[in-house]
């Protein structure tokens, strides 16, 4: 009993990465599946032919790579231009600060299908080429809001005496922000960073107006998962999830041999 | 005059497996006009097909589209094809913007249904281009049925791709045979484990039917009891839900004991449940047909080209015997029986005169009516 | 450096134009665009006009209030038990990650790679009538006999609340992450007890994500059209269904846009209320 309730806490973070993971423990189980027809909904028997062919299916890595592209290039951007507005919103007063909040939540609000409409609008009114350039242009929009709210979370309870201390020993402005600010609002800045990746990577209807012909993993997926997916698109999905986490390893790994060689 | 001589042209050229023609003279002579409307005679490098999924057959060796390489290796013309049509609604809500302006959607043919309006509404707008009759020679292998629908009468616009049958798909070790409209939507025994579609024609076609009326002369009248029923069966919980393509997980995994199903779905389904069985309804089925069209500023002579070798029987034959739904081409069947009996011989991909007298088809202005379509999606809760 | 000195006040602004440029252009121009659209009548068949029809608002509100308050609801009830799962869960990482913080956070988002729709639809196998989840519930009580969990309105709001948890999550744990833990150190030493260091420590000062986690979890949430029509019946649709409806199916685009911004609207005030009832400090900084 005293063990569980030590433990209590690790134990339920246990259960709420099961219940975040299971859906997805299931798309990687059936990426195992040998379906017979085209379907993939009975488990028929276990095969590593998908994951051999993983490049089986037309279009799908294509798809795959751009969404990939788009997510890492709009986080970026939306992040750097979030990030700044943030800033601005709780250090400085300005007029218009009303405004700028209503400017942040209305793109959250706004259903996506009238947004990617009206943004397709806009696009061919200035006979804009629909294509990698616009699905970008859509994704940086719509991420913004995201990051400005989870930063400014961040930056509300910020305790400046850590800043002004820093400028009393002669930093200035720059160096404090470089040196002193920014390490201590980077987690913000990349859980900020993190949700407009996911955001870019699952976004499905505001893609799917403002692509033109190209097409992003969602929008191949959405076609082909309502009529049967083929188990190439659960081995992409699980390659997606095993690199980022392998990557996250990689750089707890890293982090520890530079921690070690520093220590020396 | 010139045009004559560029197809004889075009034909002897395919004849000694030469492949692309693009001499500048060419174009030139036959004096065609650029953009939209116009006819260019000559050969594009690439044809841009849009399609629904599982339309083309792919080689499981290869991993290419087999029939679209044969049609590279003999006319050089790359096909590039997406299978990017999901719906109609939302493929239509999507190219509307660029066609009511009058712009371009960098497609050469797309495909859409006859049983939902976009398809008429995209000719009746002029937002397509007109086939190019002197490449399609092999219009005349169409099957009668289809030569002249209300919504194109003279094929000016569009050509069929592929039909397929609306019936009632069931469970059998779930529930006895369910072969009515009747039983779906009254028998309390399957209460709460049903569904209709949420297309408009599938379902409410059949539920004309069921009620004794013809499905495509509808008046409001017969379009009253047969949303009737289908509204009194939703708020009663006999429906467990109305659903669009995505009723095939619930029947295979058996939370639908039966439902409103398409006859391309359901082999495929049986793969992952044997038990599921598919028919045409005792009162009567629908049949729907996707349709091709060229877009506005697509390439009306090669996609013409293009549809003319798919209605090659033999051609025809190999492609609907593997994607498994039913081919408008005539004698594909009879050339498929050459190759592969077995598939030449099932209903439901080639469904005898007998079966297709069983089926019906929409009434096109039902489908154009706002206060129906309006009334129906209220019945989908919008 | 001493051009931020000398031009002091125009910090902010140097600061926001960027972001707020890209979304006068990209967004305020479209939505000036559907507001016109929103003014507007017609369909497919009626060509569309500009005719200052405020009528599609007055429908928008007397036709669909019953989705427009259901999706209020969904919402919310969606937003809380994204609260309560997320708030353990991001306090477990913030507190006791250490250096495995970010691979737990990747894990936090990792549902998103595999598409909106395929995850709905695991949880549709998951959650079918013949599947082990109904079954334990049915043998417990909670369902009756011929229970189920699909098609119902308890589906829609769970994959809501599943589909919106990185929204939850990620903000408390940017909050909680920040907290010096010296302070509940202290308030320890001052004779709390770990409950009262939580309540009285802990807790407020993470106030700002859950002010942030809420706003991001329930905005989008509100319009959310999905969930509702793969888990749903008629009986459960939301107003995003509605505009969906409205758009793609009977090209009636200027209902579609004014039912948007009387969403956006029912939303704005809603946030007006939330920021009163808190103390604009929080939400505004």
Redesign the interface.
């Known amino acids: 009993m005293r063990f569980v309730r030590r433990h209590l806490l690790t134990l339920y973070a246990i259960l709420a990465f099961a219940y975040l993971l299971v859906p997805i423990g299931l798309v990687i189980l059936f990426s195992f599946n040998n379906p017979t027809g085209r379907y993939n909904y009975t488990w028929r028997g276990f095969t590593l032919d998908h994951w051999r062919n993983w490049d089986g299916v037309p279009g799908l890595r294509e798809a795959m790579t751009l969404s990939l592209e788009i997510a890492l290039l709009a986080s970026i951007v939306a992040t750097v231009l979030g990030t700044l507005i943030a800033l601005a919103l709780v250090r400085y007063g300005f007029r218009g600060r009303g405004g700028t909040n209503l400017l942040i939540f209305l793109p959250m609000a706004t259903p996506e299908i009238v947004l990617g409409a009206s943004l397709l609008t806009l696009f061919l009114n200035l006979k804009v080429f629909l294509g990698f350039s616009t699905i970008l242009i859509a994704h940086i929009m719509f991420c913004i809001s995201y990051v400005v709210v989870t930063v400014k979370a961040r930056l509300v309870g910020f305790d400046r005496s850590l800043e002004e201390a820093a400028m009393d020993l002669g930093a200035n402005e720059w160096v404090t922000f470089r040196k002193v600010t920014l390490p201590l609002i980077a987690p913000a800045i990349l859980a900020g960073a993190l949700l407009s990746f996911a955001l870019s990577i699952d976004d499905f209807v505001i893609t799917y107006f403002n692509a033109g012909s190209e097409v992003t993993f969602p929008l191949f997926v959405w076609g082909a998962a309502r009529v049967g997916a083929p188990p190439q698109v659960n081995v992409m999905g699980t390659l997606i999830f095993v690199v980022a986490l392998g990557l996250m390893v990689l750089n707890v790994l890293l982090q520890r041999t530079r921690e070690g060689r520093a220590a020396t | 005059m010139n045009d004559v001589l560029t197809r004889q042209e075009l034909l002897r050229r395919a004849a000694l497996g030469a492949g692309l023609l693009s001499v500048p003279g060419l174009l030139a002579a036959c004096g065609g006009s650029s953009g939209g409307g116009g006819s260019k005679k000559e050969l594009a490098d690439t044809l841009v097909f849009s399609n629904w999924t599982y339309y083309m057959d792919k080689d499981k060796k290869t991993k290419k589209w087999r029939t679209l390489e044969a049609f590279k290796k003999k006319f050089g013309v790359n096909v590039k094809y997406t299978e990017d049509i999901n719906s109609n609604s939302q493929f239509f809500g999507k190219i509307q913007g660029p066609l009511s302006r009058g712009q371009s959607i960098d497609r050469d043919l797309i495909v859409l249904t006859d049983n939902e309006r976009f398809l008429a509404t995209m000719i009746d707008k002029g937002w397509v281009e007109k086939l190019d009759k002197d490449a399609l020679p092999n219009i005349q292998n169409l099957v009668d049925v289809q030569k002249s629908p209300p919504f194109d009468t003279h094929r000016d616009y569009s050509l069929p791709w592929a039909s397929g049958m609306t019936g009632i798909a069931y469970n059998a070790k779930l529930t006895k045979p369910v072969t009515s409209m009747e039983q779906l939507l009254e028998d309390k025994t399957l209460k709460g484990k049903v569904s209709v579609l949420d297309n408009i024609s599938d379902t409410l076609g059949l539920v004309m039917l069921s009620n004794g009326d013809d499905p495509s002369r509808v008046t409001d009248d017969t379009f009253k009891s047969a949303i009737g029923r289908v509204k009194t069966a939703s708020d009663s919980g006999q429906l467990r839900q109305i659903t669009g393509n995505d009723y095939t997980g619930p029947l295979a995994n058996g939370d639908l004991a039966a439902c409103v199903a398409w006859s391309g779905d359901i082999d495929q389904l049986q793969a992952d449940n044997a038990n599921l069985k598919w028919g045409i309804p005792k009162a009567g089925g629908m049949i729907w047909t996707d349709n091709v069209l060229i877009p506005k500023d697509g390439d009306a002579y090669t996609a013409s080209v293009f549809m003319n070798y798919i209605y090659d029987p033999e051609v025809a034959a190999k492609l609907y015997g593997t994607i498994h739904y039913i081919s408008p081409v005539k004698g594909s069947r009879e050339a498929l029986a050459k190759i592969d009996p077995e598939t030449a011989k099932n209903e439901l991909f080639f469904p005898t005169e007998q079966t297709l007298s069983q089926v019906h088809l929409i009434d096109p202005t039902f489908l154009k009516n706002q206060s129906y379509n309006e009334q129906w999606q209220a019945v989908l809760g919008a | 450096?001493g051009f931020?000195?000398r031009h002091r006040g125009l910090?902010?602004?140097l600061?926001?134009a960027?972001?707020?440029a890209?979304?006068?252009v990209?967004?305020?121009?479209?939505?000036g665009?559907?507001a016109y659209?929103s003014l507007q009548s017609g369909?497919?068949?009626v060509a569309y006009a500009f005719d200052w029809s405020w009528g599609n608002y007055w429908d928008a509100l007397q036709r669909y209030h019953e989705?427009l308050t259901r999706s209020i609801i969904y919402a919310g009830l969606a937003t809380v038990f994204a609260l309560l799962?997320?708030y353990?869960?991001a306090?477990?990482?913030a507190f006791?990650g250490g250096?495995?913080?970010?691979?737990l956070?990747?894990?936090?988002?990792?549902?998103?790679?595999?598409?909106?729709?395929?995850?709905t639809?695991?949880?549709?196998?998951?959650l079918?009538?013949?599947?082990p989840v109904v079954g334990i519930f049915r043998d417990v009580g909670i369902l009756g006999d011929?229970g189920?969990l699909?098609?119902t309105s308890t589906a829609v709001v769970a994959g809501i609340t599943?589909n919106f948890?990185?929204?939850m999550a990620?903000?408390l744990?940017?909050?909680l992450?920040?907290i010096?833990h010296r302070l509940i150190e202290a308030a320890e030493d001052l004779y709390a007890s770990r409950l009262q260091a939580f309540l009285r420590v802990t807790l407020p000062?993470s106030l700002?994500?859950v002010?942030?986690?809420t706003?991001?979890t329930f905005?989008?949430a509100?319009?959310d059209?999905i969930n509702?029509?793969?888990l749903?019946?008629?009986?459960?649709?939301m107003?995003?269904?509605?505009?969906?409806?409205?758009?793609?199916?009977?090209?009636d685009?200027p209902s579609?846009?004014a039912l948007?911004f009387t969403?956006?609207a029912v939303?704005?005030v809603l946030?007006a209320i939330y920021a009163r009832a808190l103390g604009t400090?929080?939400?505004?900084?």
């Open positions: 450096m931020f000195h910090t902010p602004y600061l926001l960027p972001g707020l890209w979304l006068a990209f967004f305020l121009v479209p939505l665009f559907l659209q369909s497919f068949d989705q799962i997320s353990p869960l306090y477990w990482i006791r250096r495995w913080k970010n691979l956070l990747i894990m936090v988002i990792a549902p998103f790679f595999v598409t909106y729709l395929i995850r639809l695991a949880w549709q196998t998951i079918a009538d013949q599947g011929g189920r699909l098609a599943y948890l990185p929204f990620l903000p744990y940017v909050s992450e920040a010096d000062l700002p994500g002010v942030a986690g706003l991001l905005i989008p509100a319009g059209f509702a029509e793969l749903g019946t008629p009986k459960q649709t107003i995003g269904n509605v505009i969906q409806s409205k758009f793609l199916e009977l090209g685009y579609a846009a948007s969403l956006m939303i704005l946030i400090e929080k939400l505004t900084g």
